[in-house]
T-cell receptor, first 110, second 112 residues
Framework: GQQVMQIPQYQHVQEGEDFTTYCNSS?????IQWYKQRPGGHPVFLIQ?????EVKKQKRLTFQFGEAKKNSSLHITATQTTDVGTYFC??????????FGEGTQLTVNP | DAEITQSPRHKITETGRQVTLACHQT?????MFWYRQDLGHGLRLIHYSYGVQDTNKGEVSDGYSVSRSNTEDLPLTLESAASSQTSVYFCASSRTGTTEAFFGQGTRLTVV
């Protein structure tokens, strides 16, 4: 079955530093989604990428979808303490269900 | 406002007992999902449903069952709870034809 892998598993940064997490799928994806889960909270949808090579920005967050539609990245510029949490990528193997990566847990030291 | 709610939020049960976790959504979404979250494994799909009377097994369905008698609810039952089922369980829903998922607050289940 489809596998979605994320690296790194953990990332500790100083406030103001940049952060990137990478997502790789074993199969081509029709789309990829990113979710954020705050400590003790539930996953919350951030964005969906559909097109090959697509790049989308949300303020300090930049999301990319690879040309082959098998990988993606999330980059945060100048992290803030509010960015703390676990970031998950997810892709649909088929239908409407999602396969999630293991997530990257981000901690930000003030 | 439409929402998705899970109950209970926390539960402790004994090995061998049957346990049911509730999930109720008011978005009128046809798609509903149950995931479990464990350290190092991310979110793993247990069961899912695309509509009333439709249920499907996910990647970690052994020991779990679901039923879908109406659009709003997808209860998850652990037939005979095991310590390996200690986890945080999330219910989610999405609209037909889409994959953007809306998650409930989660249920922390401890099996002792």
């Amino acid at each position: 079955g489809q596998q979605v892998m994320q690296i790194p598993q953990y990332q500790h940064v100083q406030e103001g530093e940049d952060f990137t997490t990478y997502c790789n799928s074993s199969t081509t994806l029709s789309n990829i989604q990113w979710y954020k889960q705050r400590p003790g909270g539930h996953p919350v949808f951030l964005i969906q990428l559909v097109k090959s090579g697509e790049v989308k920005k949300q303020k300090r967050l930049t999301f990319q979808f690879g040309e082959a539609k098998k990988n993606s990245s999330l980059h945060i510029t100048a992290t803030q303490t509010t960015d703390v949490g676990t970031y998950f990528c997810a892709g649909p193997p088929s239908g409407s269900r999602l396969t999630f990566g293991e997530g990257t847990q981000l901690t930000v030291n003030p | 406002d439409a929402e998705i709610t899970q109950s209970p939020r926390h539960k402790i049960t004994e090995t061998g007992r049957q346990v049911t976790l509730a999930c109720h959504q008011t978005w009128n979404h046809n798609n509903m999902f149950w995931y479990r979250q464990d350290l190092g494994h991310g979110l793993r799909l247990i069961h899912y449903s695309y509509g009333v009377q439709d249920t499907n097994k996910g990647e970690v369905s052994d020991g779990y069952s679901v039923s879908r008698s109406n659009t709003e609810d997808l209860p998850l039952t652990l037939e005979s709870a095991a310590s390996s089922q200690t986890s945080v369980y999330f219910c989610a829903s999405s609209r037909t034809g889409t994959t953007e998922a809306f998650f409930g607050q989660g249920t922390r289940l401890t099996v002792v």
